[in-house]
């Protein structure tokens, strides 16, 4: 199983930008996939997620709003839409899959990607 996190950059304050999680050795839409990030000295925050099969989105509060959950299964890959950023959404972002459910402990997701930086400047 491989999760390949793309898409990171730097970028100013009220840009966008698009991450992709592509997926390797597993079904993607078999799986809930969520997005997490962690800034410097930070612990790891939940940003949303999908869930498996019907695709239902979650968000957390500091990005909902914002920050859309997609994943084209043609691709098996999974992407995240990130609207009208701000600095503070300065981080490295990963995703994730699991088979729990779209929840926000990090411990439940057995595979990750190796996480794609975003850097936002005001």
């Known amino acids: 199983v491989q999760l390949q996190a793309s898409g990171g950059g730097l970028v100013q304050a009220g840009d966008s930008l698009r991450l992709s999680c592509a997926a390797s050795?597993?079904?993607?839409?078999?799986?809930?996939m969520s997005w997490f990030r962690q800034a410097p000295g930070k612990e790891r925050e939940f940003v949303g997620g999908?869930?498996?099969?019907?695709?239902?989105?979650y968000y957390g509060d500091s990005v909902k709003g914002r920050f859309t959950i997609s994943r084209d299964s043609a691709k098996n890959t999974g992407y995240l839409q990130m609207n009208s950023l701000k600095p503070d959404d300065t981080a490295v972002y990963y995703c994730?899959?699991?088979?729990?459910?779209?929840?926000?402990?990090?411990?439940?997701?057995?595979?990750w990607g190796q996480g794609t930086l975003v850097t936002v400047s005001s």
């Open positions: 050795g597993l079904t993607l839409s078999n799986w809930h």
């Open positions: 994730a899959v699991t088979m729990t459910g779209v929840v926000a402990a990090a411990i439940e997701y057995p595979y």
């Open positions: 999908i869930s498996r099969i019907v695709g239902r989105t």
